[in-house]
Structures are given as structure tokens and as C-alpha cells.
């Protein structure tokens, strides 16, 4: 086993201050083999190139490579991919959502709000009403341990 000085521990520390004076969080961490250091960050406004940039050269200047060397990636989590953390439920209340559930179920719609347990979804769906259909609309409460995964949809 190869043994790295860039534990998590320590480069959510080295992050902390910086995280902290702006409205960013962290998503994601993770290290790889050959200390490959891949960060995903956001803020509840969305996330520009500029501050990807501003987080990596505070990385870079905090990290020491003399003592070791690392492969550095700070980005903002791709469109469609599926919530990591907490704060990225209330980041896209009034979004439209694909929430799957731990048995498979599907749900799709606008999600209204996000606390501590659960999420609150609008969805809608075809009533068949004699030769007509109509649309019903529903709200479905959806606890965080029944959610397996849940991304936001992208409307062309």
C-alpha cells in the first residue's frame, strides 16, 4: 500500500478557510493512486470557471510538492449528475427533479422544498376522466433514507 500525506482530513482542512469565506461548499473529494486530488465545489448561486480557478491556486500555494507531489482537479459538478450533499437539494428547490428510490420507484417534478429528513415534490400525472385525460397534480414528501439517488432534469 502506498502511503500519501494528503489524507482527506487534510485537505478538507487546508479547504475550510477558504470554503468558509465564500457562499462555495464541497460535494465531493476524493483521492486517488498517485495522490490524483479531485475536489468538486458550488455555492447556492452556481459556480464560475474564475472561482474553480481561485480555489485550485489556494490548494496549490497551501500543498507543499517538495514533500510530495499531486495531480490537482477543482470543478463544479456536471449538469445531470446525481445530489452528493444537503445543500444541493436547497441549491435547485424550484428545479425539476429525478428522485429514484431505494425499491426502484421513479419520481419526476418541481422540487418545492428540502429540510433535514426529507424532500417535498410536485409531481403530475395523466387521470384518465372518460375520453379525456387530465393532469393531477400531487405532492409527495420523500424521506433522505428512502432516496437512492436524485439529479436534476434539464428542460430543452
Known amino acids: 500500500m502506498i502511503y500519501s500525506l494528503y489524507s482527506r482530513e487534510k485537505i478538507e482542512s487546508v479547504l475550510k478557510p477558504v470554503l468558509e469565506q465564500s457562499d462555495l461548499f464541497m460535494v465531493d473529494l476524493s483521492i ?5 486530488i479531485k475536489i468538486l465545489i458550488d455555492s447556492e448561486d452556481g459556480i464560475s470557471v474564475e472561482q474553480c480557478v481561485k480555489v485550485s491556486r489556494y490548494l496549490e500555494s497551501e500543498l507543499d510538492r517538495d514533500k510530495e507531489d499531486f495531480e490537482l482537479m477543482v470543478s463544479s459538478p456536471g449538469v445531470g449528475q446525481p445530489f452528493k450533499v444537503f445543500r444541493q ?60 439517488s436524485a439529479r436534476v432534469i434539464i428542460k430543452i
Do not use: H, P
Open 89 to 148: 437539494y436547497l441549491q435547485n428547490i424550484g428545479r425539476t427533479v429525478e428522485v429514484t428510490t431505494n425499491r426502484g420507484e421513479q419520481f419526476t417534478g418541481e422540487l418545492l422544498e428540502a429540510d433535514e429528513q426529507a424532500i417535498l415534490l410536485r409531481t403530475e400525472k395523466d387521470i384518465k376522466s372518460g375520453k379525456k385525460k387530465i393532469k393531477q397534480t400531487e405532492e409527495k414528501r420523500i424521506s433522505f433514507v428512502e432516496i437512492r
Open 32 to 36: 486517488g493512486g498517485n495522490n490524483n
